[in-house]
């Protein structure tokens, strides 16, 4: 399965604090994407970052690539009660073409205040 | 723009009933997935239409169907319901699927009895 694996799978911090989530992936990939969930909605689509960028910013976010370890990390600065949420990495299939995202298990984040 | 519909948002069923649930996309989209989510097992895949004919497919039982209509819009149907099918089921809607961002729906949470 090229599914990937978020980590870690539930993070705690305090309000204002940085939040990292990583992401590891098993196949070559076109870009690979993330999202958020809030408690039982829809996901929400954040920031899409292509294999040929090693880093891109959105807002409060940051996300780094590294195709050679086949990962990525997300992070949230100066984090918000708001961004309590669930969060998924999403990734595509290079070789295999045409074939839908894949998703993690999500990293359940908790911003305390 | 309209983001992506589905109806209804809550549903509880018996087991050996059926459902059918339906997901309109953004207007102009014409890549439809549907996407089983529940505790243990997080997103699944569950099928992918692009203008009217399904290009891929999950690993789900044959209980699983769906299609989609010329409007785009899509229909989920589940046969002969068994406790574990509870779970929130997730339409997401892209121009051509492929990798892209896929934009979700809320959801239909389905309780099995």
């Known amino acids: 399965s090229q599914q990937g694996e978020e980590d870690p799978q539930a993070l705690s911090i305090q309000e204002g604090e940085n939040a990292t989530m990583n992401c590891s992936y098993k196949t070559s990939i076109n870009n690979l994407q993330w999202y958020r969930q809030n408690s039982g909605r829809g996901l929400v689509h954040l920031i899409l970052i292509r294999s040929n960028e090693r880093e891109k910013h959105s807002g409060r976010l940051r996300v780094t690539l590294d195709t050679s370890k086949k990962s990525s990390s997300l992070l949230i600065t100066a984090s918000r009660a708001a961004d309590t949420a669930s969060y998924f990495c999403a990734t595509d299939d290079l070789i295999a073409g045409n074939t839908p995202l894949v998703f993690g298990k999500g990293t359940r984040l908790s911003v305390i205040a | 723009k309209a983001g992506v519909t589905q109806t209804p948002r809550y549903l509880i069923k018996t087991r050996g009933q059926q459902v059918t649930l339906s997901c309109s996309p953004i207007?102009?989209?014409?890549?439809v997935s549907w996407y089983q989510q529940t505790p243990g097992q997080g997103l699944q895949f569950l099928f992918e239409y692009f203008s009217e004919t399904q290009r891929n497919k999950g690993n789900f039982p044959g209980r699983f169907s769906g299609r989609q209509f010329s409007n785009s819009r899509s229909e989920m149907n589940v046969s002969t319901l068994e406790l574990g099918d509870s779970a929130l089921y997730l339409c997401?809607?892209?121009?051509?699927?492929?990798?892209?961002?896929?934009?979700f729906g809320p959801g239909t949470r389905l309780l099995v009895l």
């Open positions: 997401a809607s892209s121009l051509v699927g492929d990798g892209e961002t896929q934009y």
């Open positions: 207007s102009g989209h014409r890549s």
